[in-house]
């Protein structure tokens, strides 16, 4: 009675190529799904936030319908007791006057503004998404944005959020393709192992009692 064997040994292969088909599904993860591992963490340790232009405080800005217009070159809308880890912010807006620059500054609690934690931007003439990355993630008190540095901008801003979460870019035609050279790759493996190994017994042709 040898027909335990087979299955022990045939069990043994199907084990083997499971473990083959799970390192390649985390392989794939880790090399073209990197965006969902970090949405995941992002998720997990740092808390999204959203503002709209009437949460923040305006400075030298002039809010008419929607739009804030520039009374002087150095406007700005401060959002106080943010009090969160940020790692990036994002905000939609748009300037009325081509080759204005923005700045986005942050500081600590009990902190003033500063230069050196700044980041310096270019403004868009059309409804754009900024996304800003800081040099490494920090407590943050407050956040100013000097949306324009030129009299008589007029901005229109949606939104800012704190900590954003990375769009996932789900490719299916490549999903499609990385797996079918998987299955192909598999199945090449088998039928090299099986002309390496002629003689073994598979459980449909096992009729040894």
Same mark, same amino acid.
């Given at each position: 009675m040898v027909w335990w064997k087979n299955i022990f040994e045939n069990g043994r292969e199907f084990l083997f190529y499971g473990f083959l088909v799970l390192i390649i599904f985390f392989a794939d993860i880790l090399l073209f799904?990197?965006?969902?591992?970090?949405?995941? /963490?992002?998720?997990?340790?740092?808390?999204?936030?959203? *503002?709209?232009?009437?949460?923040?405080?305006? *400075?030298? *800005?002039?809010?008419?319908?929607?739009?804030?217009?520039?009374?002087?070159?150095?406007?700005?809308?401060? /959002?106080?007791?943010?009090?969160?880890?940020?790692?990036?912010?994002? /905000?939609?807006?748009?300037?009325?006057?081509?080759?204005?620059?923005?700045?986005? /500054?942050?500081?600590?609690?009990?902190?003033? *503004?500063?230069?050196s934690h700044s980041i310096i931007y270019e403004t868009n003439s059309n409804l754009n998404n900024k996304i800003l990355d800081f040099p490494a993630v920090q407590a943050v008190e407050s956040l100013r944005f000097d949306l324009t540095n030129l009299e008589n901008d007029r901005v229109v801003c949606r939104e800012f959020v704190i900590n954003p979460h990375s769009p996932i870019n789900f490719n299916l035609k490549g999903l499609v393709l990385r797996l079918t050279i998987y299955v192909c790759f598999l199945f090449f493996a088998v039928l090299m192992d099986a002309e390496c190994n002629p003689t073994k017994t598979f459980l449909s042709g096992s009729d040894d009692f």
């Open positions: 799904q990197r965006e969902l591992i970090s949405n995941i /963490f992002w998720d997990q340790n740092y808390k999204e936030q959203r *503002f709209s232009v009437t949460d923040g405080e305006l *400075f030298q *800005f002039k809010l008419n319908n929607g739009k804030l217009i520039a009374q002087s070159n150095d406007p700005n809308i401060t /959002f106080g007791n943010v009090n969160v880890r940020i790692g990036r912010i994002s /905000f939609v807006c748009k300037n009325s006057i081509p080759g204005a620059v923005g700045q986005v /500054f942050y500081r600590k609690t009990n902190e003033p *503004f500063s230069e």
